[in-house]
């Protein structure tokens, strides 16, 4: 047997050690950042499915809500429904099923899949209808994103990218919520080549992760991963490790007066002990962030409630 063979039978071998399978979910629907992502895992070896809200749905969080349960139609989110005549660059028709897979052309391979609801939602379906149905278990990974714009900061709490992030890591299964620039959106084409960049990194993490976890699960329990991409990245952008930190770089508020809504104002100056923030990192890195799960405090934090309230609970 020659070198290019023993090679090749190598490379064989070691291919299904390799594989793993993916839920890939998100809160923008059909976009050019999942097809990216999701051709890019595919040729990697990795086996996806995809499953999306039929719209548009940043900022749900981890809402639990269904906007139809038979079939799509416009109701809840009725602008977005009625200007696409029904999902989001075409995934599904105006009275298609509220759930199913896609019947854009291009996407009918069985991969991809859509729910007429919240983010959260869509990840249900894909973790406990079509995940048991391929591969008769939980995946290896949830990958949720990349999001249309970063998620740093204060803001995390309100992405719906991140509670699909949360929720998979909440049943135990390694999750990873991703986020690139919003310069990503491509609803003509679904071919921006910053999507492509975002997803060959993104493989460059799952890869690493690998070869670090070996045969064990790719993320501890109890940990969730935030990762978020700068607006312009390259092959060879760095990484860096950041925390949620406390700079603020959207300051939301609500609007004054009418229209009545939401606003923002310009962040301030970072203070000397925020320059590890994922809301700074972000923005020269790609910045990767830790995430517990739910909102439980460390040991610490509870031991001081039981002394501070230790009179109370005694009642």
Not at 125 to 136: I, N, T
Not at 197 to 221: M, R
Not at 298 to 313: I, Y
Request: aromatic letters at 6%; glycine letters at 12%; charged letters at 15%.
């Amino acid at each position: 047997m020659n070198r290019v063979t023993i090679g090749a039978a190598l490379a064989l071998c070691a291919s299904p050690a390799l594989a793993i399978n993916i839920v890939l979910a998100n809160d923008d629907g059909l976009t050019s950042n999942v097809k990216a992502l999701y051709e890019e895992l595919r040729a990697a070896g990795h086996s996806v499915i995809v499953a999306v809200p039929c719209t548009g749905q940043s900022g749900r969080s981890s809402a639990i809500v269904m906007y139809s349960t038979t079939t799509i139609v416009a109701d809840n989110d009725r602008t977005q429904v009625d200007a696409e005549g029904g999902c989001h660059n075409g995934a599904a028709p105006l009275g298609a099923p509220a759930v199913g897979p896609f019947t854009k052309a291009g996407f009918t391979g069985g991969d991809y899949h859509y729910v007429h609801g919240t983010p959260v939602m869509a990840l249900m379906y894909g973790l406990d209808v079509l995940a048991p149905a391929r591969w008769g278990k939980a995946p290896d990974l949830v990958l949720s994103g990349p999001n249309e714009g970063q998620n740093v900061g204060k803001l995390v709490i309100n992405s719906g990218t991140i509670g699909n992030a949360q929720f998979a890591a909440g049943r135990g299964i390694p999750a990873i919520a991703l986020s690139a620039g919003a310069n990503t959106a491509d609803n003509a084409g679904l071919a921006n080549p910053v999507s492509r960049t975002v997803a060959q990194l993104t493989g460059k993490l799952i890869a690493a992760l690998q070869a670090k976890a070996g045969s064990a699960p790719l993320l501890p329990a109890g940990i969730a991963l935030n990762v978020n991409f700068p607006d312009a990245p390259s092959a060879g952008t760095g990484w860096a490790f950041a925390r949620l930190g406390s700079y603020d770089t959207y300051r939301l508020k609500f609007n004054t007066g009418a229209p009545w809504g939401l606003s923002g104002a310009a962040p301030g100056a970072p203070t000397a002990d925020q320059a590890e923030d994922e809301a700074l990192v972000y923005k020269s890195k790609v910045a990767v962030t830790a995430m517990q799960v739910g909102y439980e405090q460390r040991p610490a934090a509870q031991q001081w409630l039981r002394l501070r309230l230790r009179d109370l609970f005694a009642q």
